[in-house]
Each structure stands twice: as C-alpha cells, then as structure tokens.
C-alpha cells in the first residue's frame, strides 16, 4: 500500500505563507489525480486544491488565489504553498490521490495560524 507522508506546517502569522510538501513511497503519482485536503478543529476534512495528471489545477473557493499546487511525478512529490494565511487556515493538512478511495489517511501536517 503506498504511503503518504505530509511535512512542511508550522505556526505562522496571518498573512504569513507555508509550502507543504507530500513524498509517495514508490512510483505512485504519475497515474493519478491528487489532492490536498485539510481538517480543522471541529470540522469535516474538506479537499481544498487538486492537481490532475496534466497539471491542471482546482481549488475550493476559500483558497483560491491563495494556494497554488504543485506536483513532481519524477521527484513523486507534491506541494502547497499557502500565502496570505488566515487563522481559518488552521487545520491538519493532508495528501492523497482524488478522490480517495483507500479512506486511509496519513498522519498529515499541522498548520496553525494565530498572531
């Protein structure tokens, strides 16, 4: 089974930036379409960016314009990088193919935003 493993969250100032970073173990994202997804406290994890095989990218409305995804199938990476952040940032955030079909999920990366 491959396994995701997420890196790259802090704490950090609104209107501050992150990039995340997500590594594959094995060959897996050149087939697949992927997806960043987060969980804040209280919340339903929601997928808020996707990037396709092509590099075609799709955001969730509240992101956009402030998240842009990566992807490096040779490198078998994928990243975020977050500008502007605001404190509803806040959220443990995750990597995974889109949609997930597997409902496994990896440890994620803990994102807070809070001056």
């Known amino acids: 089974q491959v396994q995701f493993v997420e890196s790259g969250g802090g704490l950090v100032q609104p209107g501050g930036s992150l990039r995340l970073s997500c590594a594959a173990s094995g060959s897996f994202f050149g087939d697949h379409v992927m997806g960043w997804y987060r969980q804040g406290p209280g919340k339903l994890r929601e997928v808020v960016a996707q990037i396709n095989i092509y590099g075609g990218t799709s955001y969730a409305d509240s992101v956009k314009g402030r998240f842009t995804i990566f992807r490096d199938d040779a490198k078998n990476t994928l990243s975020l990088q977050m500008n502007n952040l605001k404190p509803e940032d806040t959220a443990i955030y995750y990597c995974?193919?889109?949609?997930?079909?597997?409902?496994?999920w990896g440890q994620g990366t803990q994102v807070t935003v809070s001056s």
């Open positions: 995974n193919p889109y949609p997930n079909l597997s409902g496994s």
